[in-house]
C-alpha cells in the first residue's frame, strides 16, 4: 500500500527519473520511504487500532445474545461484525491516502489525540452512527477552530494557527463522502433480525443494518525530517515546511433499524444522502480554504455536523409516522429473516415475502406452517407472496437434521424478557 502510494505521487509529479540523476534527491526520496515505514509502526501504537478489534467482538456477542433471546437461535457468528472490519476499509484507505499524499493534508497532533478520545467516547454510548466522520472528526475540528477563533487557552489544549486545520477540513469532506460510499456498497450485507415491541403493545419486526469500518489513511503531522519535494506541494498550504507522515486510523461506523420499509430501500436512501452530503462538505471546505481560510474549519465542521443530523432525523421521523411493515399479517406468514445455508435460504426465500400455502395448505401463522410442514418431511413446496406481491412457487427436499422450521425466522411473540433487556454494557441497539 504504501510504496504504491509513494510510487504513484512519483509518477504525477512526473520526475520520477530524478532519482537516478541527482543522489541528493535520491536520498530525499529515500528519507519518505522511511517515514512510510515509520507511519505504518505508528499506527500499531494507536489505540483506536487495538480498540476497534475488541469492540467489533463485543458487538457480535451482543447480537447473539440478541437474537437468542428473539429467535431462540444464532442467525450470524459472532465474527460477523469483524470480518466487515478491515477488507473494504483498507481497500478505501489506500484511495484515500493517495489523496492526503497528493494534496500534502497535515494533522496537528492535538487533533489526533482529541479524534481517538471522541471516537472511544462515541462507541462507548452504543450507537454506532455516532463513528460518522461528522462527530468523530467534526466535533473536534469544530471545538479547536473555536479555540483558534477566539484564541482561548484551556491550558489542556491550546490554541493553535486556524492553517493547521486545514488538512483536517478537507479529509472531513473525503472521509464523510467515504462513508455514504460504504454504505451503499456494503451497509446491506448481513442484516440482523430483530423483534420489538410497538407502540400499541404489539410484536412487530425490525431489521439492523449495522456495520463498523477501520479506515487506514496516510497523513502528515507538520514536524519532522521530511521537507517539501516539489514546488507545487503541498497543494492545500499550512505554511510548514517539515513533516512526518502517519498512519492513521480511523473507525467509521453506520447503524439503521429499518423497520417500516424494506432495508435495501432506506439504506440505499441513506446512503446516497450521507455520500451527497459528503460530496457537499468537501466542496465547502475547498472553497473556505481559500476563500475563507480562517473560518474553514467552523464553517466546515458546522455544516456537516448539522447536515447528518438532519438525515438521521428524517429516517427517524419516517419511521415513526409510517405503519410498520414487518408486522403479522391476517393471511399468510411473513418472512422476517432466513438462516444462512438453511433450506429457506437454499429456496431463495427473501426478506419481506409472504408465505401463503405450505405443502397445498394455507397458513397464517408460524405454527401453522410447522404443522403444514410435518405433513411431508421429505419435501416441502411453499406458494410465496414476492415483495412486489407477485406469486411465485419455492420448493426443496427436505433432509434429516434439517431446521424444523426450513430456518425461516417469524415474526412471534416470544415468552420471557422484553426486548430492552438483557443488552450489554454500553449497549444500546438503537431503534431511532
Same mark, same amino acid.
Given at each position: 500500500?504504501? #510504496?504504491?502510494?509513494?510510487?504513484? %505521487? ?7 527519473? +530524478? ?31 487495538? %480498540? ?30 469483524? *470480518?466487515?472490519?478491515? @477488507? ?20 496537528? %497532533? ?9 471516537? =472511544?467516547?462515541?462507541? %462507548?454510548?452504543?450507537?454506532? *452512527?455516532?463513528? #460518522? ?5 467534526? =466535533? ?18 491550546? @490554541?493553535?494557527?486556524?492553517? +493547521? ?92 433499524? =429499518? ?48 447536515? *447528518? ?92 437434521? +434439517? ?28 431503534? *431511532?
Amino acid at each position: 500500500m504504501s #510504496s504504491h502510494v509513494f510510487v504513484l %505521487f512519483l509518477l504525477m509529479s512526473g520526475k520520477i527519473e +530524478d532519482i537516478f540523476m541527482y543522489p541528493e534527491r535520491m536520498w530525499r526520496y529515500l528519507e519518505w520511504l522511511v517515514e512510510i515505514a515509520k507511519g505504518i509502526g505508528r499506527m500499531m501504537l494507536h489505540p483506536v487500532f487495538y %480498540f476497534s478489534m475488541i469492540w467489533v467482538i463485543l458487538a457480535g456477542y451482543w447480537r447473539i445474545k440478541r437474537e437468542r433471546r428473539d429467535f431462540h437461535v444464532r442467525v450470524h457468528n459472532i465474527f460477523l461484525e469483524f *470480518r466487515h472490519l478491515f @477488507p473494504v476499509g483498507i481497500m478505501t484507505g489506500m484511495v484515500l491516502s493517495l489523496f492526503s499524499v497528493v494534496l500534502g493534508l497535515t494533522f496537528p %497532533f492535538i487533533l489526533i489525540v482529541m479524534i481517538a478520545i471522541a471516537t =472511544i467516547l462515541f462507541t %462507548f454510548m452504543g450507537n454506532a *452512527r455516532l463513528l #460518522s466522520p461528522a462527530f468523530t472528526i467534526g =466535533i473536534p475540528l469544530l471545538l479547536l477552530s473555536l479555540l483558534s477563533i477566539f484564541s482561548i487557552d484551556l491550558k489542556v489544549i491550546h @490554541p493553535i494557527d486556524h492553517t +493547521d486545520l486545514f488538512g483536517a477540513t478537507v479529509m472531513l469532506g473525503l472521509m464523510m463522502g467515504t462513508e455514504g460510499f460504504l454504505m451503499l456498497k456494503n451497509g446491506l450485507k448481513d442484516v440482523s433480525p430483530k423483534l420489538r415491541t410497538s407502540r400499541r403493545g404489539l410484536t412487530v419486526g425490525a431489521l439492523q443494518a449495522k456495520r463498523f469500518w477501520l479506515i487506514p489513511a496516510f497523513l502528515f503531522l507538520p514536524s519532522g525530517v521530511m521537507t517539501i519535494p516539489f514546488d507545487w506541494w503541498p497543494v492545500i498550504q499550512a505554511g510548514h515546511e517539515s513533516y512526518s507522515l502517519v498512519l492513521l486510523p480511523f473507525l467509521l461506523g453506520f447503524q439503521q433499524q =429499518i423497520q417500516t420499509e424494506l432495508p435495501e430501500i432506506a439504506v440505499r436512501r441513506i446512503g446516497k444522502q450521507v455520500f451527497t452530503l459528503g460530496l457537499i462538505v468537501l466542496i465547502t471546505s475547498v472553497i473556505c480554504v481559500f476563500l475563507l481560510p480562517v473560518y474553514a474549519a467552523i464553517i466546515t465542521s458546522g455544516f456537516a455536523l448539522l447536515g *447528518r443530523i438532519w438525515i438521521a432525523y428524517r429516517h427517524r421521523v419516517r419511521e415513526n409516522t409510517t405503519p410498520y411493515y414487518f408486522a403479522p399479517r391476517n393471511t399468510g406468514v411473513m418472512v422476517l429473516d432466513v438462516l444462512p445455508h438453511s433450506p429457506a435460504d437454499k429456496m431463495g426465500l427473501k426478506t419481506g415475502e409472504i408465505i401463503h400455502t405450505c405443502n397445498k395448505v394455507k397458513v397464517s401463522t408460524h405454527k401453522e406452517m410447522y404443522q403444514a410442514l410435518i405433513k411431508n418431511r421429505a419435501y416441502c413446496k411453499l406458494e410465496v407472496f414476492d415483495t412486489n406481491n407477485e406469486i411465485r412457487i419455492v420448493q426443496g427436499a427436505l433432509y434429516e437434521g +434439517d431446521h424444523h422450521e426450513l430456518g425461516i425466522l417469524f415474526i412471534e411473540k416470544r415468552e420471557g424478557s422484553s426486548p430492552q433487556d438483557n443488552l450489554g454494557p454500553f449497549y444500546k441497539d438503537s431503534q *431511532r
